[in-house]
Each structure stands twice: as C-alpha cells, then as structure tokens.
C-alpha cells in the first residue's frame, strides 16, 4: 500500500485524496481547518471572463465567456504561464467530467457551455458546472425575487432592480416575515437551510409565497433550500409549479457547504484518514525525496511520513503563501521556489483595482507538478503542488479557481497513481 | 500565578483574534448555536466580543457555550476561539459559582461518596421522585445520563492483579481518569489487559483527577491545582508513554491547562508530551506493523462518535482506523458534531434540552445503525447517548478486548 499524504482540505485537496484513495492508495488529509469551498458559490467555475485583447486585467470590457471550451484554447495561448497551459485541454475536461460523476446528486452534468447563474446582487454570473437549484430557465420573462426580512443578506429588491438589467427579465422583491426559527430577528442562510430540511418550514414558506406574489414565471429564493437534501427546493417548486432558482450569498454560503459535506463524506468512504486542527509545520527529506512531515498537535509535534505527496495548501488566503515586513513573498511550509516574482512591475502598486502583479505569484513546477527551481530542477521527486498554489492564474477574476483546482488535483492523483501501479502491497 | 478572572493570562490566545477574517466557518459548525438562538455564536461571543472585554462581561449567551471546542478545531486561520470563550466564561462567573456546579464538576469527590452506597445511589439516581427533587434544590434536570455506582473501583481490581503474561516491549504508564476509576471501572481493566496481551509492563501509580470539569465550569483556581497534582502523581518512569482511556482529560494535559489556564509548568507540560489516547497510541503501533493481527472477526455494525475533547487533540479519528482492522466489523462514523452533554454542560436542568437537541442526530444515528450496541472513547458521552438510545455504549477498546480473545480470560 502506498502512502500518500495530502495537506489542505479545499476543492483540490479533497478532490486529490478522493482519486488517490479511490484509486487504492492509503491516504492521510491534512486540515488546519476546514477548507475554503463553504465560503464559495456551490458551482465549479472553468473560464468565466477573457480580457480583451492587450489588457491583462479586468476592465468593464471584460467578456463573459459562454463557452469556456472554445474559448480556452485562445486563453492557453495568451497565458503561456497558467495552469491551464501545463494541463492541457484534454486533462481540464476529464477532471470536471470526473467531479460532476463523483457528485450526482449535488451537480448537473455539464452541457458544455457555462451557465449564468444570478448573485445576491442580481449580477449574472458565467459558472460551467452548477448545482440543480442554480438552472437559470432562458425563456423566464417575469421574476419574483423573495428574501426574508430576518435574512439580512440578501435585499430582494436590489436584486430585481438589477435582474431588469442583467438577465433582461421583469422583476419584482418580495420580503417575506417568516423567521428560520422562534423569535430569531438575525438569522443566516444556513440557519434558513437547516429550517428547510424540515418539511412543515416549506409548508409554510409554500403557503405565504401563494399568498404574497404575483404570478411569475420563476422565483428567486436566496441558497437556502436544503443542506442535507435538495427535497425542500423539489418540494417546494412542485407545491408552487413554479420553477425556482437559488441565488447565492455572501458567506455562509448553503451551496458551498453542500460540496463540502458531500466531498469530506466522499474522502472518508473512500477510506481517507482526515486529520484536522493541526498545522503542518515542518518536514524532512533527502535528496530529491520528501519523507514525511510534521503537524504541531495537541501536547507535542508528530511526523507523518509518507511515499508520496500533494500540497494544496491555498494562496495568500490562507497562509501557505506569505508576505514578510520586507515586501518578500514566501511559500510557508516547504520553502518552495516561487514564479512570477521578478517582473518589472512592482509586486503591490497604489491603484487599488489594477490586477496587482502579486497574485500572480505562485511556486514554479513542472508539467508534472512537481516543484521545480530557476534551473527547472525538480525540489521533490514524489510532491505535486496544486490547485491556488500555481502561479500566473487570477482565479477571482478570470473565475478559473474552481477548474484550476480540480484539473490539478486530478492530473496530480493520477500521475501519482501511474507512478505506483502496479505496485507492490506491503 | 495567574488570576483565574484575568483575561491576561490569555494573551496568546487574544493575540490569535486578529486572524479571524469572520468567515463563518466556525458559525457553520457550532452545534450550539445551530439548535438555539440563546447563544448568539462563536464568532460574535468570541473574536468580535473580545474586543470589548478588559475583564467585563459584553455578552452573558457566552454562558450558553459548551466549551465543545468546535470552533478552535475548524477555524482555518487558528484563532483560539473555544480558548478565548473559556477564560471569558471563568471571569464572568468568578465568585458567584452555583453549588451545582461545584458539585458536578468534582467526579472523584462523587465516585468517592457514591462506592459504599452503590446500590443506594444508583437506586436513587433511577427514582423518579428523588430526581425531581435534586432538579428542583441544586439544578442537575431529572432525566440527564448520569453515571452507574461501582461497588469496586478499578483500584481495588489493580491491587489484587497480577499480569497473565510477562512483558514482552517495555513499560506504559496508565491514566485511568476518576470516572475510569469509580465508573468506567470495566473500560480501565481492559485497556490493562489488553497493554499487557501486546507485551507491556503496566505501571498505574496512585492518581487524582486532571480537573476539566472545574476547567469547563470556570473553577480554574481548584482545577489548576488538580492537574498539577496529576502531572506529579503521573511522573513516574519519565522515559516512557503514558496511556489513557479517558481520552477527554488526554487533552486537558495535553493543551488545555495550558492554552485556556495557563498553566505552563514543565511537569505539566512534560506529562501532555508523553500522554497517548489509546486508540491513538494502539494506532500508531499496527501503522508501525507491530501490533499482532490474529482479531477475531466481529459479525456487527455499529457507530462511532469521536468526542469533541478527543478531536480537539487535533489528530483524526485514530478508532476508526483502529477499529477497521477487526475482520467483519463495521464501523459507521456518524459524523456528528457533538452528543450535547459536553462535560456536565447537558446534566444542568437550563441546558439539558439543548444538550438533547445538539445530541438528537447522532442519537437518531446510533439509533438507525445499531440500536444495541455503539462506540465512543469518552465516559460522559457515552453515558449520554446510552440514556438516549437504550444502546450500551463502549469504549473502542473493548471491541478489541473481544477481538483479541481477552473477553473469556
């Protein structure tokens, strides 16, 4: 049995120890904390925004990809850096084929082509790979947008203001007074999602939603209709006859925290041991080889050690890349060459909404993903970095973070899988 | 020495507030706040209020955390939010702790009193009228789990025993706790028996409690003199492990008496570096391949709860790796946050039903999965979902008591 050790519990980590496990190797997910996805939208991005040509940043020219797959040959192109560029094509389609299989209940199969799902604010938002409650109906003409006034996310007026704009439709907020629970004036989505896992709470959201609107050909609820299910949304648009959309919010995000559950649950069925709550904080190797890490427990720091492993430890965001009061960027925990740090820009500059050259700051590897150095010598044979790591990607605003996650995390599992297969069992 | 209502003598922890970038992470996982709107949540109570403490109370719903720890655990940018909730919560009721709480907070002090009377105090404790009363005069709610009176405390099995086999791999110091001493006392004699069966000398010297239940009920005076007390009576054979089955107080010698009292004596310090949860010690030996493998199959299904004090020492599941290597035995995790009781927090009448709604899926889990048998390494929580579901509720130590052959002997 090989032993591979996976740090970081995002969309890549998970998604890593998920195929590394399925595919027989005996693995360890190391967590400080649970990862990003219950802060994210529930959908899986690809390429949501090229530039146009001779700008590298956002502007309000931007364009809204409709199909990624067209359009990501040109962007591999124009990015000879990016992600996307090592990976190739044919890799980035299998992973998120690969994902949307792993999760049928949770995501629809993809037709190619990226939906517009709508945001708290009403903008429409380009996504490839979205959850059944995201489907935006193409022929909706009129549009009842609802909230709650206890829900103090989400302004169903604001929204439907901006639909009228963004998704060409009439619209119309509504704010309904139906608390998620007794007395609570303040509450989350999640505490509307954990209300709408009980049949009686869609009755009479059903039923005050009959009595309150207009017709209309869709209804807009914030994300909130089902943590363990999707049932309530099913119910509750076959009590209506009425299709509905989830918009999503700012975090706690109820679709974040649908993958999230149903991935964690995945890694552990497939017999990945999760480890969460300690940081990792050292390691040791030879020569080109890692051997193992250390976590700083509770009473004492222990060593893993391991024959392979996956570093998905995130960016800026979450600590594995570092700035010290010298303006130097550093990977925190295997010391690891970095890219992009030596451009003629400086790697902060004053204005505020330019794609500041820092993030594109990320640790030099090879088509393999091993860590590389300026000489393009591989650091460790048997890591493979992945997902927020890779360098010369703006995920935010190229909305590639989800697709760089995962066609990461699946190349990286299944070069490591050839690697060892066949392979000798104890 | 530390002032048990100063808020300096959290200073690492406060310092970790400037980390929260108020994700709601810690919001999404708290199972307090997720069955009642009495407690207004980790992140307001902890991080956000901790600005506006100088050692005042700013948020009295903190009395409605249940030092589960959860928060700590998830967060991914370190803030110590359980640890910050803790000292807080010591400081707001400094000097006006109810006698209820005194009470439960002292398990050695109720085995003591409890043993010669054990038929008479289990009795009363299953009388109806009687726990009506003790609900009504000190607060404890008459339908909480409590603990069954042991006529013969593991003490009394230790100073007759003699060891069925000579010690093949060194020695291991034992940590029974005070429930493993008056309650547990079964679960401490098969950790024992099942040391000695894989070829360790067990050294068991006289021991006291750690003092987390006064830690969780603010009494950190009393409980910081417990643990060092412990910390002494356990530093014998300093070169080798100490092994425990109360796998909650592990991690009061482990962090807590350290990063939410403060105490950073090297003895202390010394005993949370060398003490092992059971499982997590037995699962490092069969990962290291130095465990014998000859289990018995178990033909049985059953969940596993992992208690909050047993993933807050930050390293997994160690039983359900463990567990996996009982031919035919399935172990279901029910991935449940919390059993609700939290230490003493689900036996205080205000509280009780809020300890039930926390507890309710796992409940509803061991229900659906075995309604006979489950597993779980921590005593209270064991008590809890057995006055729960009508399951027993066992330490995973006792599956491979059985496995091994050692139930017969």
Not at chain 1, 181 to 198: C, I, K, P, T, W
Not at chain 2, 136 to 165: E, L, V
Request: charged share 15%.
């Amino acid at each position: 049995m090989t032993d591979t050790i996976v740090v970081g519990a995002g969309l890549a980590g998970l998604a890593a120890a998920i195929r590394l496990a399925q595919g027989g190797h005996k693995v360890s997910l190391l967590t400080f904390g649970l990862g990003g996805l219950p802060l994210g939208q529930g959908s899986i991005d690809l390429l949501g925004y090229t530039h146009p040509a001779g700008s590298s940043h956002p502007t309000a020219d931007d364009q809204a990809v409709a199909d990624p797959w067209a359009a990501l040959p040109g962007f591999i192109a124009a990015h000879p850096g990016h992600p996307y560029a090592l990976l190739g094509t044919d890799t980035i389609k299998a992973s998120l084929a690969w994902l949307a299989e792993l999760l049928p209940d949770w995501l629809l199969p993809s037709d190619g082509v990226n939906h517009l799902v709508p945001t708290a604010l009403g903008a429409m938002r380009p996504t490839l790979l979205i959850q059944p409650t995201m489907s935006w109906p193409s022929d909706a003409k009129s549009v009842a947008v609802i909230g709650f006034q206890q829900l103090k996310d989400f302004f169903p007026e604001l929204m439907a203001k901006n639909l009228t704009q963004t998704a060409q439709v009439s619209a119309k907020g509504y704010l309904l007074d139906l608390p998620a629970r007794d007395q609570e004036v303040d509450s989350s989505a999640l505490r509307y999602a954990n209300a709408a896992d009980h049949p009686d709470f869609v009755s009479r959201l059903a039923a005050m939603i009959k009595a309150t609107i207009e017709p209309a050909d869709l209804i807009v609820l914030p994300a909130m209709l089902g943590l363990a299910s999707l049932d309530p949304w099913r119910s509750l648009e076959s009590t209506l006859g009425t299709r509905i959309v989830e918009a999503h919010l700012a975090p706690p995000s109820v679709p974040g925290l649908r993958l999230n559950q149903a991935l964690t649950r995945l890694a552990q069925a497939s017999g990945v041991r999760l480890i969460i709550g300690s940081k990792v904080i050292g390691y040791e190797g030879e020569g080109d080889c890692l051997r193992g890490v250390t976590l700083h427990q509770a009473g004492r720091d222990q060593f893993y050690g391991a024959d392979q492993f996956v570093y998905a430890g995130g960016s800026f965001e979450s600590g594995s890349l570092t700035v010290d009061s010298h303006g130097l960027v550093h990977e925190s925990l295997f010391h690891l060459p970095l890219v992009g740090l030596g451009g003629d820009r400086p790697l902060i500059d004053g204005d505020y909404w330019s794609d500041q050259a820092i993030f594109k700051v990320g640790v030099a590897t090879n088509a393999q993903l091993a860590p590389i150095n300026p000489d393009g010598q591989i650091v460790w044979s048997n890591l493979r970095v992945v997902g927020g790591l890779l360098p010369a990607a703006v995920r935010w605003t190229e909305k590639s973070g989800d697709g760089i996650a995962v066609s990461s995390a699946f190349a990286a599992a299944t070069d490591l899988l050839n690697q060892t297969s066949p392979k000798k069992d104890n | 020495m530390f002032e048990a209502a100063s808020y300096e003598s959290n200073l690492l922890a406060r310092a970790s507030l400037d980390s929260c970038v108020k994700c709601t992470i810690c919001e999404t996982q708290c199972p307090v706040m997720a069955v009642t709107p009495l407690f207004s949540g980790p992140k307001y109570v902890g991080p956000q209020a901790e600005r506006y403490r100088s050692g005042l109370t700013v948020d009295h719903s903190l009395d409605y955390c249940s030092s589960c720890g959860t928060c700590s655990l998830v967060c991914p940018q370190g803030v110590e939010i359980a640890e910050l909730n803790s000292v807080a919560r010591a400081a707001m009721k400094k000097g006006h702790t109810p006698l209820r709480d005194q009470l439960v907070s002292r398990t050695s002090l109720l085995g003591q009193m409890m043993k010669p009377v054990a038929p008479l105090a289990n009795a009363v404790l299953a009388n109806r009228p009687s726990r009506w009363l003790i609900e009504k005069t000190i607060g404890i709610h008459r339908n909480a789990a409590m603990p069954t009176a042991q006529r013969h405390s593991f003490s009394d099995w230790w100073r007759h025993h003699r060891p069925s086999k000579a010690p093949t791999r060194g020695k291991v110091v034992y940590f029974h706790g005070c429930a493993g001493q008056y309650f547990e006392v079964e679960t401490s004699i098969k950790t024992v028996e099942v040391l000695e069966f894989i070829g360790y000398e067990v050294v068991c010297p006289d021991q006291g409690c750690c003092g987390l239940p006064l830690q969780s009920n603010g009494l950190f005076d009393t409980a910081r003199k417990y643990v060092r007390r412990l910390a002494e009576q356990l530093n014998v054979e300093v070169e080798v492990p100490i092994i425990a089955s109360a796998s909650s107080c592990v991690t009061m010698l482990k962090h807590e008496a350290h990063d939410i009292m403060g105490v950073d004596d090297p003895t202390v310090l010394q005993a949370g570096q060398r003490i092992r949860e059971v499982s997590e010690f037995l699962l490092s030996l069969a990962d290291a391949g130095t465990l014998p493998g000859d289990l018995a199959p178990i033909h049985q299904t059953v969940a596993y709860h992992a208690p909050c004090q047993l993933k807050g020492q930050g390293m997994g599941k160690p039983a359900l790796a463990l567990l996996s290597l009982i031919p035919q035995l399935t172990v279901i995790d029910a991935e449940a946050t919390c059993c609700g009781i939290a230490g003493t927090y689900g036996v205080k009448k205000e509280k009780y039903a809020i300890g039930q709604a926390v507890g309710r899926e796992l409940f509803e889990a061991v229900e659906r999965i075995n309604p006979q048998l489950a597993v779980c390494d921590t005593e209270t929580c064991r008590w809890q979902i057995a006055a729960a579901t009508g399951a027993t509720v066992v330490h995973p130590i006792s599956l491979l008591h059985q496995a091994w052959g050692l139930d017969q002997d």
